[in-house]
């Protein structure tokens, strides 16, 4: 079953004294490529984050954030700027009696002591971080996104194939159509031929040799079997295949070239209203299939 890049997954769980919560979004990106949001103390298992997600997802922009909340505070833990509050309260105060005509103590004093900077949460150490718990948060997210990324995955499936399907149903079309396409170039050819008969004089075996290799140049038999196989092959790795899609979407390239050579060369008005409808499931192909792993 393929997968979709574009996954989500959230974890949030409770250990000792930490509120831990993590989030990982996922897109689509040729390469692994990481960006996180945590906290200082996160800096000595970095790389070993980085594997872990790189292990995982294989592939993708992905956006990765982890909060840890203290839910139990030493008095160790909470610093308060004294000095910084009663510049607050005192401004605070001041601004009171020069507006109102009387002080609000209470409500400055919330006021000043809920101020930028007055209390401080001092910063954890890593030694403090609760490891074990945060890998595993970190792991039930991934286990979710990649679930994200295999229900996407499926739909994404089904989709490919029936832009597939479409692109068979046009090159039976283009069979159809191209059985009597010969036959009706070497009639058109010979009616302008015998309209000028009577003012050059035309010689039958060169003209002959000379059709020949027209219809030759004109012929896409070999297009339309190359297209076949590709067509073939990529609903074989799309259906049998993980990861697949840097290789769909090489495929889907070979099919373009196939397709565009086949309206260059019908010279038939018909096929190359057809080759415009394959052109655009091609599209579709090729566009979905940039968010395949």
């Given at each position: 079953?393929?997968?979709?890049?574009?996954?989500?997954?959230?974890?949030?769980?409770?250990?000792?004294?930490?509120?831990?919560?993590?989030?990982?979004?996922?897109?689509?990106?040729?390469?692994?490529?990481?960006?996180?949001?945590?906290?200082?103390?996160?800096?000595?298992?970095?790389?070993?984050?980085?594997?872990?997600?790189?292990?995982?997802?294989?592939?993708?922009?992905?956006?990765?954030?982890?909060?840890?909340?203290?839910?139990?505070?030493?008095?160790?833990?909470?610093?308060?700027?004294?000095?910084?509050?009663?510049?607050?309260?005192?401004?605070?105060?001041?601004?009171?009696?020069?507006?109102?005509?009387?002080?609000?103590?209470?409500?400055?004093?919330?006021?000043?002591?809920?101020?930028?900077?007055?209390?401080?949460?001092?910063?954890?150490?890593s030694d403090r971080v609760p490891w074990d718990d945060v890998f595993d948060s970190i792991l039930k997210t991934v286990h979710k996104c990649v679930q994200f990324r295999k229900d996407e995955g499926a739909a994404l499936e089904e989709k490919l194939s029936d832009y597939t399907i479409?692109?068979?149903?046009?090159?039976?079309?283009?069979?159809?159509?191209d059985e009597n396409r010969a036959a009706n170039i070497r009639a058109r050819i010979q009616k302008n031929l015998d309209e000028i008969r009577d003012k050059v004089q035309v010689d039958e075996n060169r003209f002959e040799q000379e059709l020949i290799y027209y219809l030759e140049k004109?012929?896409?038999?070999?297009?339309?079997?190359?297209?076949?196989?590709?067509?073939?092959?990529?609903?074989?790795?799309?259906?049998?295949?993980?990861?697949?899609?840097?290789?769909?979407?090489?495929?889907?390239?070979?099919?373009?070239?196939?397709?565009?050579?086949?309206?260059?060369?019908?010279?038939?008005?018909?096929?190359?209203?057809?080759?415009?409808?394959?052109?655009?499931?091609?599209?579709?192909?090729?566009?979905?299939?940039?968010?395949?792993?």
């Amino acid at each position: 079953m393929q997968q979709s890049m574009t996954g989500y997954g959230q974890d949030e769980r409770r250990s000792e004294k930490f509120l831990i919560k993590t989030e990982i979004k996922s897109l689509n990106s040729k390469f692994f490529d990481l960006t996180a949001r945590y906290g200082k103390e996160f800096a000595p298992k970095e790389i070993e984050i980085r594997n872990v997600l790189s292990e995982q997802l294989k592939r993708g922009k992905i956006m990765l954030t982890i909060e840890l909340v203290l839910t139990e505070a030493a008095d160790s833990d909470v610093q308060v700027d004294e000095a910084l509050f009663k510049a607050y309260f005192n401004k605070f105060n001041a601004l009171s009696q020069e507006v109102a005509g009387t002080a609000t103590n209470n409500g400055v004093f919330e006021l000043a002591l809920n101020a930028p900077e007055v209390i401080k949460q001092q910063e954890l150490d890593s030694d403090r971080v609760p490891w074990d718990d945060v890998f595993d948060s970190i792991l039930k997210t991934v286990h979710k996104c990649v679930q994200f990324r295999k229900d996407e995955g499926a739909a994404l499936e089904e989709k490919l194939s029936d832009y597939t399907i479409q692109i068979k149903k046009g090159l039976e079309m283009i069979e159809e159509s191209d059985e009597n396409r010969a036959a009706n170039i070497r009639a058109r050819i010979q009616k302008n031929l015998d309209e000028i008969r009577d003012k050059v004089q035309v010689d039958e075996n060169r003209f002959e040799q000379e059709l020949i290799y027209y219809l030759e140049k004109l012929d896409i038999t070999e297009e339309k079997v190359r297209l076949t196989q590709h067509l073939d092959y990529f609903i074989q790795i799309l259906k049998g295949e993980e990861q697949a899609g840097k290789k769909l979407g090489f495929l889907a390239q070979e099919m373009g070239r196939e397709i565009n050579t086949i309206g260059s060369k019908a010279n038939d008005a018909e096929i190359q209203r057809i080759v415009v409808m394959m052109k655009d499931e091609l599209e579709k192909i090729k566009e979905q299939s940039l968010n395949i792993l």
